[in-house]
């Protein structure tokens, strides 16, 4: 890992109205570092990931990132061009329902290729073949590339999804509750893939997750929200093992009792 990091998001907040999405949230992460976010619902997972992807801009604080020419940026000082030029080609969204991250009414195939058609892409051939070659890599069959995902299982479009997240070669990846809504054995299998293809690519990541199996599973260090704010972070297993705050320990132990 780099000791500059990717990026780093300081004293944001998000406001709505009155009531608090969430509040004087900082920390660094890394090249190739997997974060976790952790928390109820309604601790403000989602509001804090959504500000940082630039989905929605944080009511105080800044959000930075290192680009490929190794400057910084400051993201909501970028021009609304340039933000969506570093989403396509820099960054990965993925969704927790499928159906918000792809086009279902065209091809696997095409899900996948238009991704690199958007980074200037234009050999068909080479494309159909790049596309092909990750959906195995995702462990979609080729004779699955002509059909739609309105046809797939849950699991394989959520494979889909990350499929047409990484073809382009992305530095990092927001996931949102990238397991949930999925049977217990297809989310074992999804992290498993998930967890081999972030460690071979050496991407870094944020993963919101309510899951604490989840964090333990991929994630190198994790956060734990509560009403809006970060009331812990460390190593993974060193939240998980030996928690500090009380609100940590009954999250913990709640799972443990299951
Ligand atoms: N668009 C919105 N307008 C008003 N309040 C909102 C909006 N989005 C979120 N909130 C509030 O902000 C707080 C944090 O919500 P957020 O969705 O970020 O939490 P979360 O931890 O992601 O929850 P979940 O796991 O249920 O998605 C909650 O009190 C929520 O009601």
């Not at 021009?79 to 927790?96: K, N, Y």
Request: proline letters at 3%.
């Amino acid at each position: 890992m780099s000791d500059q990091p990717l990026l780093s998001v300081n004293d944001v907040s998000k406001f709505y109205g009155s009531r608090v999405g969430c509040r004087d949230v900082s920390f660094d992460l890394y090249p190739g570092e997997v974060l976790a976010v952790v928390g109820e619902s309604g601790s403000g997972k989602t509001t804090l990931l959504n500000c940082i992807s630039t989905r929605l801009e944080p009511t105080n604080g800044s959000v930075t990132y290192r680009m490929r020419d190794e400057t910084t940026r400051d993201l909501y000082q970028m021009s609304e061009a340039e933000r969506r030029f570093l989403m396509r080609t820099d960054w990965g969204f993925v969704h927790q329902n499928p159906a918000d991250g792809l086009r279902m009414a065209v091809s696997a195939g095409a899900n996948v290729g238009e991704r690199l058609m958007a980074v200037g892409d234009r050999h068909y051939g080479n494309i159909r073949e790049t596309a092909i070659d990750w959906l195995g890599r995702v462990e979609i069959n080729e004779d699955r590339v002509d059909d739609q995902p309105r046809a797939f299982s849950g699991g394989m479009r959520q494979r889909l999804q990350i499929a047409r997240n990484l073809v382009t070669g992305p530095r990092l990846i927001f996931m949102d509750e990238p397991t949930g809504g999925l049977d217990v054995s297809v989310q074992a299998r999804l992290l498993d893939l998930i967890r081999g293809l972030v460690s071979d690519l050496g991407l870094a990541a944020i993963v919101v997750t309510h899951d604490l199996a989840v964090a333990r599973l991929l994630s190198h260090r994790m956060i734990v929200m509560k009403d809006g704010h970060v009331i812990e972070s460390g190593l993974t297993d060193r939240v998980l093992d030996d928690p500090h705050q009380p609100y940590t320990q009954l999250l913990v132990s709640s799972i443990l009792q299951v």
